[in-house]
C-alpha cells in the first residue's frame, strides 16, 4: 500500500472483508413507553358521552410524566423504524437509522410533484411512508431513489487476535439508540469485543445561526474506548458509493468519477460525474472525509489494490452510469488499555439545482441556498474542517445546554424533535434567500399561513428564517396590495385563510420580539397594517366578532360567527395594537384597543355557553362545515398564542379555563383510536393519526348535540341520537398532533405551577410521545397530511410555556415563570442574539435566580420573575461579581427588575439574581 500524509491520519479499509462478521446479544434497555396509561375503563364510563370523563389515568404514568426521568434509549425491535434527520436545514433528507446506518438519500434534487399517501392504518404503523432497508431491503430502497450503499465498520487488532465487525445489527447484536435531535447517539457493544464504540451523528446545529446550520453535510464522530488491558490496534472505515445523478441510468449520458484529496486537515474521497447528464437530475457531488485532529494517532493510507476487493466495484476509478462504483476511507488508530480516540467523518453533498417549475415565480425555484457557498461536496468538507471546533464544538454545546434541565427528558425531547422537518423535503431554503415550505413532505405546497402559524420552534431558534418568510414571502409574494390580504400559500393569487392571516400577523410581532431592534417591524408596520385592515373589514360593528366566508385551516369557507376564528382576529388586534404603539400610530393603537374591548365580552355573551365557546350560525352555516354546538379543539386558539408573544388576554380567563376543561372532558379519549374505529362514518375521509389503544385530544365532540348538521349531506348512523354520538369522520374525529400541542401549551400557560391544569396539558403532550413509540413508529417523524408535518413545531410552544417564557429584544426584557417545579428549576432559552441556561432555587425567604449565556450575547434592561408567595423587599443583581443597580417592582405574584443603565451578556457570563 503506498504511503500518504500522516497529518490527516486515516486509512482506507477492506470494506468486503468487514462484511463478514457475527456477533453475540446482550441485554435490552427499554424505552419507558411501555407503562399503562389509563384504565381499567367499564359500560358505564361511556355515559352520557362516549368519552369518558373519568380517564383514570395510571399513577404511575402520571408520576413517570412529571419526573425528569432518564433519556429514552431505544434497542432490538425498536430500532427497525428510527430515521432520524441528520442534514442541514434545507439541504434535502438524509436519515440515521436506529443502527447508525444512513438511510433515505433523498438529497439530490427537489421533489416538487405530491405524492398522494394512503393515510390507513398500516401508513402509521409502519411509522411513515418511506421504505425502510431494515424492512424492504437496501435494493428496493435504491431502486425507489431512496437508498445510497455505505456504511462503517471497525477491524480491531489485539495481539494476534484480528476482529472485524460491521459497524450496525448485523456486525453487532447489541446496539442502542439515543436521539437528542439534532444529535443521534448509537452504541456497539459486545461481550469479549476489544473495544467499545459510541457514534454521535448530527449536521452542525446552532441556534441563531442559520447559515452555519444549513450546510450540505453529516458528521459521524465515532470514539472508540479500548477495553482490554493491552494495546489495541483498530482501523475505522467508511465506504460510500457514487450515487451522482441517481435518476438518470442510460450509460452514454455520463461517468462517475472517484478521486482522493489530502489536505492538512482532511482526507476526502470526493465523488463527481462528467457527461452530459441534466443538472435537475441530482447533478452536483459528494464525499466522504475524514478530519485531522490532535489526539488521534495513526497515519492515512490510499492503496489502489482496494477497489478490487471491493464487490460490484470496479478496478478503475470511475464507471459509466448503470454500474455501481465504490470508494472507501478509513483511519488507523492505536488506543492504551482504558483509553479512547475519536474519529471524526463527514459525508457532505453539492446538490444545488432544482427540478424546473411551471408554477408561477418560478425562476424564483431554482437553485439551493448553498450553491454559491461552495463549489462542489469538497469544498463542504473543507468548510468543517477548517472551523470544526466552531461548529462541532458549539454543535455540541447547544445539545449539553438544551438537555442540561429539570424538565422531563421526554419533554425536551418531543420539543424539539418536530423541528428536524427543517431539514427534510418539507422546507426549502432558495438561493435568493426565499424560504418556502410544504405542509409536509411534498404535500401541499406554499408555506401556508393556516398551518406554520402554530408552529413556535423555528421563530426561537433559528429567527432568521422566519423573518425572512414573513418579508419575503407573506408581505411580497403572497401580498394583495389592493386588499392587504395574504395568499395562503405563498402566492398572492391564492386565497386568504383568516386563521393564517391573523397568525400572520401574530407572527410578525413575534419576530419583532425576537429581533435586537425595530428595523424588521419598521420595514414591514404599513403592509401588516393593511393586513390588519382586511380582517377589520370581516368586522364592520367592530365588536370584536368576524362575519361572512371564513376561510380556514380546515380547508373550508365557514360562516357565522365562530369562536375559535374571532379570538384569533382578537389576537391579531393585541398585536397591532402593540406594534402600532411601538411605530408612534397612537391613533390606530386605540382603534385596536376599543374593538378589543368590546370582543373581549362579546366573545363571551354571544359565544360562549356555559362551559365552552362555539359557533352560531347564519343562513349558510348548514350548506357548509361547521361546528356549530360543538366543543372545537382551537376554540380559544386566540387566548393561546397570547402565552407565546406576551399580549395579556383577549378573552377573559375564567371562561377560558372552563374551556379548556371543557377540552379535557369532552375531547381528551384514552383510547382515541379506538373510539374512532368503531364511530366514525366518512371511512374515507377518516386518517389514522391515533391507533387503538392509543390517546388522543379528538378535534371536535358534540357533548350537546349538533353532529348531525356538522357535515353538510352526510349520512349519520347515529342521527337519532346525536347526544350520545360525538361527531363525523373527516377532520372532526382525528387527532392532529399540532393542534393537540396548542391546547398543552395553553393549559400549562393557564394553570398554576404543578396544578390539575398544569398536568393535564403534560398529559397531551405525553399522550403524542407515546404514539410515536419506537417499537410502532418512527419517533422523528410526526405524520398530519403528510411526512414532517410543519404544523407539529407547535410542540416548542409547550417548551416555552413551561418555562413561562417572555422575552421582547428590541425592549431588552426576558422573564420566566416556571409552571414545573419551580423550587428547583433549570431550562435552556434563547433570545435575539444569544442562548444559554435560566435557574432558579425558590426558598420561604430567599429566591436565587441566574440567567448563564452559553452563545452570543444579551442585552437586558429588564428581567420578569415570579417568586411565589414571597413577598419581595429588595433585590441584588450582579454580573461578574460587580452589583447592578436595579429598581424593584413587585406586582402581585410578579416581580420586575428595571436596569436603568442597562446591561449587555457575553458568551460566559452569568447574571446573578437574590430576591428577599
Known amino acids: 500500500m503506498k504511503q500518504v500524509s500522516s497529518k490527516a491520519q486515516g486509512v482506507l479499509a477492506d470494506r468486503r472483508s468487514f462484511l463478514k462478521l457475527g456477533g453475540m446479544s446482550s441485554a435490552l434497555m427499554l424505552s419507558s413507553r411501555a407503562e399503562t396509561m389509563a384504565g381499567p375503563f367499564t359500560r358505564a364510563d361511556y355515559s352520557p358521552h362516549l368519552i369518558p370523563e373519568n380517564k383514570r389515568l395510571s399513577k ?162 465515532f470514539t472508540v474506548k479500548n477495553v482490554e488491558q493491552t494495546p489495541v490496534e483498530v482501523e475505522l472505515a467508511g465506504w460510500l458509493q457514487n450515487a451522482v445523478c441517481p435518476y438518470t441510468t442510460e450509460a452514454s449520458r455520463g461517468t462517475r468519477h472517484n478521486e482522493y484529496l489530502t489536505t492538512a486537515d482532511r482526507t476526502t474521497l470526493l465523488q463527481t460525474i ?9 447533478y452536483g457531488s459528494s464525499a466522504l472525509s475524514i478530519l485531522a485532529s490532535a489526539g488521534v494517532n495513526g497515519a492515512t493510507t490510499v492503496g489502489e489494490d482496494l477497489f478490487s476487493s471491493l464487490e460490484g466495484a470496479p478496478e478503475a476509478s470511475s464507471a459509466d452510469l448503470g454500474q455501481k462504483l465504490l470508494g472507501a476511507l478509513g483511519q488507523m488508530i492505536t488506543i492504551a488499555p482504558g483509553e479512547s480516540q475519536t474519529v471524526t467523518f463527514l459525508v457532505s453533498w453539492y446538490f444545488p439545482y432544482h427540478q424546473k417549475r411551471t408554477t408561477p415565480n418560478s425562476q424564483l425555484f431554482s437553485t439551493r441556498h448553498y450553491r454559491p457557498w461552495f463549489k462542489d461536496a469538497g469544498e463542504v468538507a473543507q468548510y468543517v474542517a477548517t472551523d470544526q471546533e ?21 419533554m425536551l425531547d418531543r420539543s424539539m424533535i418536530p423541528l428536524d422537518c427543517m431539514a427534510t423535503q418539507t422546507f426549502h431554503w432558495f438561493e435568493n434567500g426565499l424560504p418556502w415550505s410544504w405542509e409536509g413532505v411534498d404535500c401541499c405546497e406554499g408555506t401556508c399561513t393556516h398551518v406554520f402559524h402554530y408552529a413556535q420552534a423555528l421563530s426561537r431558534l433559528f429567527p432568521e428564517l422566519e423573518s ?145 365557546f362555539i359557533q352560531t350560525p347564519d343562513e349558510e352555516t348548514f350548506q357548509r362545515f361547521n361546528t356549530n354546538d360543538g366543543c372545537h379543539i382551537d376554540q380559544v386558539l386566540g387566548q393561546a398564542w397570547m402565552h407565546q408573544v406576551g399580549l395579556g388576554r383577549v378573552i377573559p380567563k375564567e371562561q377560558t379555563v372552563s374551556a379548556l376543561n371543557s377540552l379535557w372532558k369532552y375531547n381528551f379519549a384514552p383510547d382515541a383510536g379506538g373510539y374512532a374505529l368503531k364511530h366514525r362514518e366518512i371511512e374515507e375521509a377518516f386518517r389514522w393519526y391515533a391507533m387503538e389503544g392509543e390517546a388522543g385530544l379528538l378535534m371536535t365532540t358534540w357533548p350537546r348535540g349538533g353532529a348531525e348538521k356538522a357535515i353538510p349531506g352526510a349520512t349519520l348512523r347515529s342521527a337519532e341520537n346525536p347526544t350520545e354520538w360525538t361527531g363525523p369522520g373527516g377532520y372532526f374525529n382525528e387527532c392532529m398532533n399540532g393542534f393537540e400541542y396548542q391546547v398543552a401549551w395553553h393549559m400549562i400557560a393557564e394553570g398554576d405551577p404543578d396544578s390539575e391544569l398544569v398536568e393535564r396539558g403534560l398529559s397531551l403532550m405525553k399522550s403524542v410521545h407515546d404514539r410515536y413509540g419506537a417499537e410502532k413508529r418512527n419517533p422523528y417523524n410526526e405524520i398530519e397530511c403528510s411526512d414532517h408535518y410543519g404544523r407539529s413545531m407547535a410542540s416548542y410552544g409547550i417548551f416555552l410555556t413551561a418555562c413561562g417564557f417572555s422575552y421582547h429584544g428590541p425592549k431588552g426584557e426576558i422573564g420566566f415563570d ?78 420586575d427588575l428595571i436596569l436603568p443603565d442597562g446591561v449587555e451578556l457575553q458568551q460566559g457570563q452569568t447574571l446573578e439574581i437574590v430576591l428577599a
Open 390 to 410: 466552531r461548529l462541532i464544538g458549539e454543535t455540541l454545546t447547544w445539545n449539553q445546554v438544551w438537555n442540561n434541565s429539570t424538565l422531563p427528558q421526554w
Open 818 to 895: 416556571p409552571k414545573i417545579r419551580p423550587a428547583q428549576f433549570r431550562a435552556p432559552f434563547t433570545s435575539a442574539a444569544g442562548w444559554g441556561t435560566y435557574e432558579q432555587s425558590l426558598g420561604k425567604s430567599v429566591m436565587d435566580a441566574s440567567i448563564t449565556l452559553a452563545w452570543g450575547s444579551l442585552k437586558l434592561s429588564k428581567v420578569t420573575l415570579t417568586p411565589g408567595s414571597l413577598k419581595v423587599t429588595k433585590a441584588i443583581v450582579k454580573l461578574n461579581g460587580a452589583a447592578l443597580q436595579t429598581q424593584v417592582i413587585a406586582t402581585g405574584s410578579r416581580v
Open 60 to 221: 404511575k404514568w402520571i408520576a413517570s410524566m412529571k419526573a425528569e426521568g432518564n433519556p429514552e434509549v431505544y434497542t432490538g425491535a425498536q430500532l427497525k423504524y428510527i430515521g432520524m434527520p441528520v442534514g442541514g436545514i434545507g439541504c434535502g433528507q438524509l436519515y440515521l437509522g436506529g443502527d447508525g446506518r444512513l438511510w433515505h438519500w433523498d438529497i439530490f434534487k427537489s421533489n416538487y410533484d405530491r405524492e398522494k399517501h394512503e393515510m390507513k392504518m398500516s401508513a402509521m404503523t409502519m411509522g411513515g411512508h418511506y421504505p425502510h432497508p431494515v424492512e424492504m431491503g437496501a435494493e428496493y430502497c435504491y431502486q425507489n431513489g431512496a437508498d445510497v450503499d455505505q456504511g462503517f465498520a471497525v477491524r480491531v487488532t489485539a495481539g494476534d487476535q484480528v476482529v472485524k465487525k460491521t459497524l450496525d445489527k448485523d456486525g453487532f447484536k447489541s446496539v442502542s439508540f439515543r436521539g437528542e435531535y439534532p444529535v443521534g447517539r448509537v452504541s456497539y457493544r459486545e461481550a469479549g469485543f476489544p473495544v467499545e464504540v459510541d457514534l454521535a451523528a448530527f449536521s452542525p446545529f446552532i441556534p441563531l445561526n442559520t447559515k452555519d446550520s444549513a450546510l450540505p453535510v453529516t458528521v459521524m464522530q
Open 274 to 282: 462528467s457527461g452530459e447528464v441534466d443538472k435537475e437530475h441530482g
Open 468 to 612: 425572512r418568510g414573513r418579508e419575503l414571502v407573506d408581505y411580497d409574494l403572497a401580498f394583495k396590495e389592493d386588499s392587504g390580504g395574504i395568499g395562503y400559500r405563498g402566492q398572492d393569487t391564492q386565497k386568504v385563510a383568516d386563521d393564517g392571516q391573523a397568525g400572520t400577523i401574530l407572527r410578525v410581532y413575534r419576530e419583532h420580539q425576537m429581533s435586537t431592534d425595530d428595523a424588521f417591524l419598521q420595514r414591514l408596520w404599513p403592509k401588516v397594517k393593511k393586513s390588519l385592515e382586511y380582517l377589520l373589514a370581516k368586522d364592520p360593528d367592530q365588536d370584536g366578532i368576524m362575519t361572512g366566508h371564513q376561510e380556514n385551516t380546515l380547508d373550508a369557507a365557514w360562516s357565522g360567527k365562530i369562536a375559535w376564528l374571532s379570538s384569533m382576529y382578537l389576537g391579531a388586534l393585541a398585536a397591532g395594537e402593540a406594534m402600532a404603539v411601538e411605530v408612534g400610530e397612537t391613533e390606530f393603537a386605540q382603534l385596536c384597543r376599543r374593538i378589543l374591548d368590546r370582543g373581549y365580552q362579546t366573545i363571551v355573551s354571544e359565544l360562549y355557553n356555559g362551559e365552552y
